[in-house]
């Protein structure tokens, strides 16, 4: 365990749904991240949140939503998605964003799968 | 943009035989290069990693190797094991705007034959 936990591990939604994406960590971290991994592409950084604060947000489509409640929290809420959309999504901590030495520990992933 | 190459894409040895991965990386100011491993099923997990005043870290059976001139680092496993079998990603943190992040290589997917 690395202690971030992701819910659900899998999910299946149709293009009209909303769904969320849930992410704890348990680690006493100040970032938190939301990253796409799809078949043969880099891991792509989606969110970054510091102090429950977005800092960035990679030209992601608006219909993908982060919310960030708490330091120990991330949620990605999901709406009128696109088949392409399918992937495996990773949420992520460090300790801080402040230093080039940001060791990441990443949750299981949900599985998405839009149909 | 800033980007991490990564080769080669699949790899397959023989039990007992070494693996080598070699990523180069764009950035100069980099200074902090992780190895992730990836089971199937699983998310991505910290095996070793290397800052920029050493050029080469050892933890048993897993090597990390670090050419800053060349701006290229090599992950080396030995002995391989077929529990070593998975999905490999170097990664190289790099400044951009208010945040550092890694940005990941494509990974590498290693199987060990038994």
């Known amino acids: 365990e690395t202690g971030v936990t992701q819910t659900p591990r899998h999910l299946v939604m149709g293009m009209t749904n909303k769904k969320s994406l849930k992410c704890e960590q348990h680690l006493g971290h100040n970032a938190m991240y939301w990253y796409k991994q799809s078949a043969k592409k880099p891991l792509e950084l989606m969110f970054v949140y510091s102090l429950e604060e977005r800092v960035e947000n990679n030209s992601v489509p608006s219909r993908f939503s982060p919310e960030c409640p708490n330091s120990s929290h991330l949620f990605l809420h999901l709406h009128t998605l696109q088949p392409e959309d399918s992937a495996l999504y990773l949420c992520?901590?460090?300790?801080?964003?402040?230093?080039?030495?940001?060791?990441?520990?990443f949750g299981q992933g949900t599985r998405l799968t839009v149909v | 943009g800033e980007n991490v190459e990564q080769h080669p894409s699949t790899l397959s040895v023989q039990e007992g035989d070494s693996a080598v991965i070699k990523c180069t990386y764009s950035d100069s100011a980099s200074n902090y290069f992780p190895w992730y491993k990836q089971e199937l099923g699983k998310g991505p997990q910290l095996i070793i990693d290397i800052r920029s005043n050493v050029g080469e870290k050892k933890d048993q059976r897993i090597a990390v190797t670090l050419n800053k001139t060349a701006k290229h680092f090599s992950l080396h496993i030995t002995e391989t094991q077929p529990e070593d079998s998975a999905v490999y990603f170097c990664?190289?943190?790099?400044?951009?705007?208010?945040?550092?992040?890694?940005?990941f290589g494509t990974g590498t997917l290693l199987a060990v034959q038994p």
């Open positions: 990664a190289a943190s790099m400044r951009g705007g208010a945040t550092n992040k890694l940005i």
């Open positions: 992520a901590s460090s300790q801080d964003l402040g230093s080039m030495n940001t060791e990441a520990f």
